[in-house]
């Protein structure tokens, strides 16, 4: 039978959903803690698959839970008080108030003697607190600055916690018990663990220079950046206060286990394996572009190949469409997968679930996706200038449903080369 790229590709970008365990990773995390009493503070897309593996560790010992999810999460737990939902990728008042919540939850105290944070991807903005006199808005503004300055995470991310009352290490100064742990879920290809969740708990405290360059760096106006000066001098109050709690930072699981198990699966359906690493970042272009660079060398070969990647790229939004990272990725793919000469396909998948868009979880190219395009009245290059390949896949059938997974591990990147064999695009 003529092998399907594509069914492959899409089982290779799938399987680690099955077969990676959450609770066995918390589990080995806190081995060690033989504590008494201790509260659970889950915040991020994960929050409540981190909490209850959590829960199953310490089981009668926990004498509080605070989990701060999306709303995608917080379905699933329908009835629970400890919930509380924040707006994402934009805060909102959900998020304002879960900020206040954290804080109120940690001056509380219970007598426990030990507070752990279960730390994943999004909670920077499910969990917000700006600092007068940023507010809101003016988080709503450093947002849509990066996203039109096509910087990475990180540099807004460090922007959030400059000018936060929780973020950037802040919320230690609230934590009342003898110790703390921070569990974390790690979905930040350029700084790793200390910047998940803005920093929250790691120390950050930029000199008023740094502070600058990173507005400059998003290209924030007078008026935004007059604020957010302001609210990292408000900020400062709070970091001068001394932390009591004994904190350590440990990583539970990162993108290196998705490139890990796409590659075992890939072996197992009979691929040669190549990646381009766990660290995938910039922008879609020049990513398409290692990945073209890879597989046109790959295509002069004999054998079947796998080209694999984890991270996340940076889109430059410049037109009114609707997509998101894997979906802009998978459409600046289809005339990298055309000029191969051969049938191959391509797969960028959210870990999360979640593609900016609701219900897609990323997208599918292959090497006639640009020729069905144009048979079906699509003009490939100005839904690609108009940022709107949400539009262009949908009418294709080649976006890839998604939902709640209970991750936020970056996006996974599948190439698949059958040189020698014909395509034959399925139903998926």
Known sequence: MTPDPTTNAMAIASDWLETLDLVALVGAALADETTERVDLVALGKAAGELCD???????????RRLIVADASGATLRPGDDAVVVGEHPVPGAGSLAAGRRLVDFL???????????????????????????????????LWRAALGAGVDITTLNQLRAATSMIAGGAVLRRVTTPRSRSLIMVDNVVSGAP?????????????????????EHVRADESLSARAEAAAATRRSVMDEPVTTQHDNVVVADPALLLERASERAVELGYQVHTLGEAVQGDVEEVAQRFASTLGDLARRPGRHCVLGVGEVTVHVRGS?????????????????????????FVARSSDGRDYVAGVAGAWADETTRARARDAGLDWAAIKADNDSNRGLAALGQLIAGGHTGWNLCDLYVAVLEPGGSSIVTSL
Do not use: K
Not at 53 to 63: D, S
Not at 195 to 215: D, K, N, Q, R
Not at 326 to 344: K, N, S, Y
């Open 107 to 141: 001056n509380e105290g219970t007598g426990a003697e030990l507070t752990v944070f279960l730390v994943s991807g999004g909670a920077s903005s499910l969990c917000s607190w700006p600092a007068d006199p940023l507010g809101l808005d003016g988080l709503a503004e």
């Open 53 to 63: 593996a959590a829960q199953g560790v310490f089981g009668a010992r926990v004498a």
């Open 321 to 345: 469409g609707i997509g998101g990272r894997c979906q802009e990725l998978a459409w600046t793919m289809a005339p990298v997968l055309e000029a191969l000469g051969c049938p191959a396909s």
């Open 195 to 215: 910047w998940v969740a803005s920093g929250l708990t790691y120390e950050f405290e930029p000199s008023p220079a740094e502070l600058v360059g990173l507005l």
